[in-house]
């Protein structure tokens, strides 16, 4: 039985340092309009979107530019009034030049968005609901950016009994999920009680770790007063429980089967900024064109949480935060765990963007590795009970055949290994390693 | 006593009875091995390598017993060897012209432009991974050696520039460095034909010029000059035809290149510590 003061979350995990102090209390800002702006195609997981626009055609603010390529693929839609320049390639955060819409914004013309009437979404079918929240270029705005309404499709012999809303941000440092739970909380009650119906779920449950105590109390208000079912779980804090699997293990001490998604065991989940860009679509037709990231980090000079419309260049955030510091090493996007280093401060703010870091010399590892000493720290470490050091061993051999054995394509690369090797193994890099050469062998075969 | 001689006895005739069925079968279900498969196995190189297309030198040995191969089907032995095999055998020789690992690319250290420094762990394919190494260009070389580490006959090592530099002599086109390269840069070419691209990029003009000064323009005045059905372009890409072409080699389409991507190429393909030819200098004429 467990003991009253008992606080759910899942098995396994790490304590990384929170490091949230600095940015958690700051209200989100708006990010002046900047001159140009870069939209790549595929922001999201999935095919990339078709441009349904030509250079030199003038775009309004909220406006559709390029059309879902694909069921698994989304729209996007123009941050700014202005026009188009160029279908250009341009470098992503990922170092790969890929297509991109450029845009100019018009500094003489308003940047109001004109909302649309609200649709009236009971009316809708399930297939219009997907369809139109695939309009909205709607994706998980947790970091994934998987394209949210592939998760809406009713699937046969699934029904969905619960609705749950990830507000975890159990990545340090990240503060714009706490801020926007805080700060938009009706937005979120209202995107809850749309979807919770549409999907027809039993209950919605907002997940949120405890360190957020203000998120919680204000969300607890609000569901108080929605329409629908919603409770507030207030969870443990620790690495990586915004991670969907971990989410519904915390809550519900459901495990969702390897290879299987949430929706196998009657669940959908969003997260919590995505639920509010939802409620915005279906209210005042107001599309993705925007999101809130923190800019926080020790090389930063001003952190914040800002309000960024999708495009902006990095570097353009960072001057509007006051620039970097000198002593700068590394810029990395996304949280520090699982974010990725940039290459170039030219690269724009995506749909997935969460975060902007700044770290300094002392902060970045340049220690030596050590040889793995057994300790089985890892072990205790993987929410997803994988072997790492033995993965990262098989990595390391080249035997990446064999590392299937070991279950590597359920790696979700949450880093958990690497933060607790006392060795300094960087553990999740090398399962990542093999598992691109792994991509790389079976796509030479396909060709072949 | 009666039992231990019982005992010893079923065991001697058990053993006589296995005894006469091995002697029958070895009399009667022999499959009779060619002597000259040992001794041709004792002629080839014993690397293993596959180069050849099977899966070891016994294999290959087996092959050009039955004719499926011709000698010089093993590119990693030398001709005398070959010569050798050939003559002990009573077959031709055949003509095999020898593959060398070639690498699409000269951007090396001096030519492409890099815009962020990577540091992490020494791995081509790491870098890959983390936003794509710090190199401009996406689909250059890394420059970190995974195919050094790969290779088993000490036919690679890094030069200078920071470029794979593949010794011609050593290279067995065993194909492992095509596998090693996270951004499949290394193609396994005949040394008959020296033309060769050296760049990958997709794009063209400025574009691609600004990422690199040796890069591929694609102005396509390679096509224009060589030999017709020996180039195409493909992707922005000059592709030379080494299959189907069967002229003389002919180094015309290096002659107006304006960058150097695409080189005339005769022995090693990076001079050491030099960095690669601009302007379509031809070499060994």
């Known amino acids: ?54 250079p030199k055609d003038r775009v309004q603010r909220g406006q559709l530019i390029a059309k879902p390529g694909g069921f698994v693929s989304t729209a996007l839609h123009s941050p700014v009034t202005g026009h188009v320049t160029a279908l250009a390639n341009r470098r992503n955060a990922m170092g790969d030049l890929v297509p991109c819409i450029l845009l100019e914004a018009d500094p003489y013309a308003t940047q109001r968005f004109e909302p649309r009437a609200p649709v009236d979404w009971r009316a809708l079918s399930s297939k219009e609901f997907v369809d139109q929240t695939q309009m909205a270029g709607l994706v998980g705005m947790g970091g994934a950016a998987f394209p949210s309404h592939v998760k809406y499709v009713p699937q046969e012999g699934k029904p969905v009994r619960f609705l749950v809303v990830n507000g975890c941000e159990c990545e340090p440092y990240l503060t714009c999920d706490h801020r926007v739970m805080v700060e938009r909380s009706d937005r979120v009650v209202r995107g809850i009680e749309i979807l919770a119906t549409k999907l027809g779920a039993e209950k919605t449950v907002i997940g949120v770790e405890q360190n957020k105590e203000d998120a919680i109390e204000v969300l607890q208000a609000a569901a108080a007063g929605a329409p629908v079912p919603v409770e507030v779980a207030a969870l443990k804090v620790k690495y990586p429980q915004g991670s969907e699997k971990m989410l519904i293990d915390a809550v519900f001490k459901t495990e969702v089967p390897a290879g299987k998604l949430p929706l196998d065991v ?163 890099q090398l ?17 072949q | ?64 017993l039955d004719g499926g191969n011709l000698p010089s089907g093993c590119t990693v032995s030398n001709p005398e060897k070959i010569d050798e095999i050939a003559g002990f055998l009573g077959v031709d020789a055949g003509e095999q012209v020898k593959r060398v690992a070639r690498l699409h690319c000269a951007g090396g250290l001096a030519q492409a432009k890099q815009v962020a420094a990577y540091s992490g762990f020494e791995s081509c394919r790491a870098a890959a991974v983390t936003s794509g190494g710090g190199k401009g260009c996406s689909w250059g070389c890394l420059g970190l050696a995974d195919c050094v580490r790969v290779c088993t006959f000490d036919a690679l090592h890094m030069n200078t520039n920071g ?116 302007g379509g200098h031809v070499e060994r004429l």
């Open chain 2, 1 to 64: 006593m009666e039992n231990i001689l019982s005992s010893a006895g079923i065991m001697a005739g058990l053993g006589l009875l296995f005894g006469t069925v091995l002697a029958l079968a070895y009399r009667f279900l022999r499959v009779p091995e060619d002597p000259r498969l040992e001794v041709i196995i004792d002629m080839l190189p014993g690397n293993n390598c596959g180069a050849c297309g099977q899966p070891g030198c016994s294999a290959f040995a087996e092959t050009l």
């Open chain 1, 431 to 447: 399962i990542k390693v093999a598992r691109s050469a792994m991509a790389q062998r079976k796509r030479k075969e396909v060709r």
């Open chain 1, 1 to 54: 039985m467990a003991p009253e003061n008992w606080i759910s979350t899942f098995r396994h995990g790490v304590h990384p340092d929170e490091h949230k102090e600095g940015t958690e209390s700051l209200p989100i800002e708006r990010v002046p309009f900047v001159e140009s702006y870069i939209l790549p195609l595929g922001q999201h997981i999935g095919a990339p979107s078709v441009p349904v626009v030509k």
């Open chain 2, 163 to 278: 470029l794979p530099t593949v010794t011609t002599q050593k290279c067995t086109a065993c194909g492992d460095c095509v596998e090693a390269c996270p951004k499949d840069l290394f193609e396994l070419l005949p040394m008959d034909q020296p033309l060769l691209v050296q760049c990958s990029i997709p794009l063209g003009g400025e574009e691609a010029r600004a990422l690199c000064t040796v890069a591929c323009d694609a102005c396509e005045r390679c096509a224009r000059y060589a030999r017709p059905g020996l180039i195409e372009m493909k992707n922005n890409l000059p592709v030379i035809d080494y299959v189907h072409y069967e002229g003389p080699e002919c180094p015309e389409a290096t002659f107006r290149c304006p960058t150097g991507a695409i080189q005339w190429v005769v022995e090693d393909q990076f001079e050491d510590s030099e960095p690669a030819n601009r």
């Open chain 1, 266 to 428: 009657g669940m959908v989940v969003n997260n919590v900024a995505t639920i509010a860009a939802l409620a915005d679509w279906f209210d005042h037709g107001r599309p993705l064109i925007d999101r809130v990231l923190t800019v926080s980090g020790p090389a930063v000079s001003r952190p914040a949480n800002l309000q960024v419309p999708l495009g902006t260049p990095v570097r353009a955030v960072l001057e509007y935060c006051g620039g970097l510091k000198s002593e700068t090493r590394q810029v990395v996007m996304g949280g520090p765990m699982m974010g990725s280093p940039l290459s170039s401060l030219d690269v724009p703010v995506v749909k997935g963007t969460s975060g902007l870091l700044a770290f300094t010399d002392a902060d970045v590892f340049d220690g030596d590795t050590y040889t793995c000493v057994k300790c089985g720290r890892c072990l205790d470490a993987c929410p997803n009970f994988l072997n790492p050091c033995m993965l990262a061993k098989l990595a390391r051999a080249g035997r990446i055949e064999s590392m299937d054995e070991f279950y590597a394509s359920d790696c979700t690369f949450c880093g958990s290994c690497s933060w607790a090797c006392p060795s300094g193994i960087p553990i999740s």
